[in-house]
């Protein structure tokens, strides 16, 4: 998503690049790869003697930025899982599959998508990471326990990155995809870690996907409180359809991806 940051200079801007003995004008037309450069304002200018980052050093931090949450998401294990692989012709499934190529094209407020085991909840949440990763959101797919042993093993002597940073990549993130909400182990830290997640989400309308196979009432009273706030999400998608798993082959699959597995 686009950010307010100080745009870098231009071919025809009046900025002044800050250089470095090691640096190379080849390396970026901008700022001879420093990663910062300074405006050619006059004294007593607010942006005077100020340094600000160059496009190429915020686009390498986006970059790190991305790799870090794809390293938490695990999404290589379904990559597979995109619209054009999901059978929207299934009974029950196409509401949900309808609104959630909405919020793929355009990710905002909140989407939530209640129903069985293997009705399609998890192939949609992953289709729609699929294609706004290709659209270049930073976005963490996540099972919610898995998210949640992910944050606790940072406490570890051989983690390599601190709680702190990888809290904040979970909060941060472009759009955040909550996979199986409740069925996490219900330790007081848990719970807690997991409220703290999405009430920051929440306090600043951040788009948001939750699926869960749980009944409201099995949810944290403190979590379903938000997940129902009209202002974000308009309504819970209810996916009432048969598990995939023991529909016809010939029934699991869109005519074009008959020969790829589906979850």
């Known amino acids: 998503m686009s950010r307010n940051i100080p745009a870098a200079p ?3 801007s ?3 690049a800050v250089t470095s003995p090691t640096s190379s004008s080849a390396e970026c037309p901008h ?15 607010p942006d005077f003697a100020k340094l600000f980052p160059c496009v190429c050093k915020l686009a390498e931090q986006e970059q790190r930025d991305a790799a870090r949450l794809l390293e938490i998401s695990n999404l290589a294990a379904f990559l597979d899982k995109t619209f054009e692989t999901f059978n929207p012709n299934v009974p029950g499934v196409r509401r949900a599959y309808l609104r959630a190529q909405e919020y793929a094209r355009h990710p905002r407020g909140w ?5 069985n085991y293997g009705c399609g909840k998890t192939h949609l949440a992953a289709a729609i990471a699929n294609q ?37 990549d ?3 993130a472009d759009v955040l995809i909550l996979d199986d909400l409740g069925t996490e182990n219900t330790t007081p830290w848990a719970r807690e870690k997991l409220f703290q997640i999405i009430n920051h989400r929440y306090n600043f309308a951040l788009p948001t996907v939750i699926t869960s196979n749980r009944k409201p009432e ?4 403190r979590i379903f409180s938000r997940m ?7 309504e819970h998608i209810i996916i009432d359809a048969a598990d995939y798993r023991r529909l016809p082959i010939a029934q699991r699959y869109p005519v074009s991806g008959a020969q790829r597995r589906l979850k």
């Open 10 to 12: 231009t071919a025809t």
């Open 14 to 16: 009046s900025a002044v």
């Open 31 to 45: 700022c001879g790869g420093a990663g910062f450069y300074k405006k050619a304002v006059p004294y007593g200018h």
């Open 111 to 115: 989407l939530i998508l209640f129903g």
């Open 132 to 168: 706004l990763l290709r659209n270049h959101y930073r976005v963490l797919f996540a099972i919610v326990p898995d998210l949640l042993d992910h944050l606790r093993s940072t406490f570890g002597p051989s983690s390599e990155i601190e709680y702190d940073q990888r809290f904040e």
């Open 170 to 172: 979970i909060r941060e």
């Open 218 to 221: 099995e949810i944290d009273p």
């Open 228 to 234: 129902s706030d009209r202002a974000l999400c308009e």
